[in-house]
């Protein structure tokens, strides 16, 4: 009877240890589990997802045969599907990701970028592509005689900055008291200084278990990789949006003062603006649509983007984010409606310099008409000898 029993009871166990339900798990769900619990604190309701040791906790015995309980006791798949999507949802903004502050500023129409190379060679990046429009510049965070090969091979951890010809900067991973020392020394090969800068501000995040190439969010971009064909190409988008900001505003100045002429015409009949001031508005507008187009290149395409797929994506994005190509054909519009005033009133001044000309002739042909007059009165007067 004693060894009846034994073997009884060895088989129960048995039972219970190879007969347990299990479920599949996805690798990330079980990682995310074991390193970040989603409570930290114990509560006994959770107590059945941790398996439990059979040799210490025997029921009394019975003959009669119960189910084994489940060692994760959470259901259904689908619930426990539903728990890791939460959990990494929940990691989202874990320390993991690596944020960089991004800083786009607009200080100058004009740089010259070959000075500036020359003068801080030491802090230039090689291009990785034959675009001439900007050069890249690498500034180190550490000390050489602490910075090991990791941290000096990781572009987080240097400041970025790119400067483009026409006149932007886009500064990575630098600290708000260091931006103007950073400005300054564009200042030195800049010309057409703006006396206020325009400024946009963004975010990039770093994440090397990120599934996808990039992922967007409000005001920040998830990035896989952040390299320096990353920060080339973030830079090209983030330099036309905040250079399209400052040409938009010039054309809007134009506008105002263009409305503000048509409200005095509309009052009194007439206007008061001088040849000289109309061809510095036509002027102003022509060099801002030549500049958007040919210097900024709102439609030259990256070749960055052009080589490789994932920055291609990481560039389209960003354009569509910024809606760089909506903004332009606002502008071109507003420039339309600019010509348009202008081409009205040169006609207007084209009209006013024709009745000058015409009241001209008509004194001339008045004067003419009376000095004949005069000689032929004279000349009836005179008495013959």
């Not at 900067?169 to 800068?197: K, M, P």
Request: aromatic share 12%.
């Amino acid at each position: 009877m004693g060894r009846w029993r034994t073997s009884l009871l060895v088989s129960r166990f048995a039972t219970n240890s190879f007969s347990r339900k299990t479920h599949v798990f996805r690798p990330n769900f079980v990682f995310r589990r074991l390193v970040r619990p989603l409570n930290p604190d114990p509560d006994p309701s959770l107590s059945s997802l941790i398996p439990s040791n059979s040799y210490g906790s025997f029921r009394a015995f019975s003959s009669y045969p119960t189910a084994a309980p489940p060692i994760f006791d959470l259901g259904s798949y689908d619930d426990e599907q539903k728990y890791s999507e939460e959990l990494f949802l929940h990691d989202e903004d874990d320390d993991e990701l690596r944020k960089i502050s991004v800083r786009a500023i607009f200080l100058c129409t004009s740089v010259d970028l070959k000075s500036l190379q020359v003068e801080i060679s030491s802090h230039f990046v090689p291009p990785t592509s034959r675009s001439t429009n900007h050069i890249a510049l690498r500034f180190s965070n550490f000390s050489s005689d602490h910075m090991d090969i990791d941290v000096e091979e990781n572009p987080s951890s240097h400041s970025y900055m790119v400067v483009f010809q026409y006149g932007s900067a886009v500064l990575f991973n630098v600290e708000d008291h260091e931006v103007e020392s950073y400005l300054d020394i564009i200042r030195r090969h800049a010309s057409g200084l703006l006396q206020e800068t325009r400024k946009d501000d963004y975010v990039v995040k770093e994440k090397p278990l990120l599934m996808e190439d990039m992922q967007g969010g409000p005001d920040y971009i998830v990035l896989r990789n952040f390299d320096i064909d990353s920060i080339r190409t973030i830079s090209s988008v983030l330099g036309q949006s905040i250079a399209l900001d400052y040409f938009v505003s010039q054309v809007d100045g134009m506008i105002e003062e263009f409305t503000y002429i048509n409200r005095v015409m509309e009052k009194t009949g007439t206007f008061t603006m001088d040849r000289k001031k109309l061809f510095q508005l036509v002027g102003k507008a022509n060099s801002n649509l030549a500049d958007v187009i040919l210097r900024v290149g709102i439609f030259d395409r990256s070749e960055i983007a052009w080589r490789e797929a994932k920055y291609a994506q990481i560039y389209e994005y960003l354009r569509e984010e910024y809606e760089v190509t909506q903004r332009f054909g606002n502008l071109d519009y507003k420039l339309k409606f600019v010509e348009h005033n202008i081409h009205f009133l040169q006609e207007a001044l084209q009209n006013r310099k024709s009745d000058l000309l015409e009241w001209c002739i008509i004194v001339l042909l008045s004067i003419e008409n009376f000095i004949g007059i005069y000689e032929i009165i004279r000349e009836t007067n005179i008495v013959p000898i």
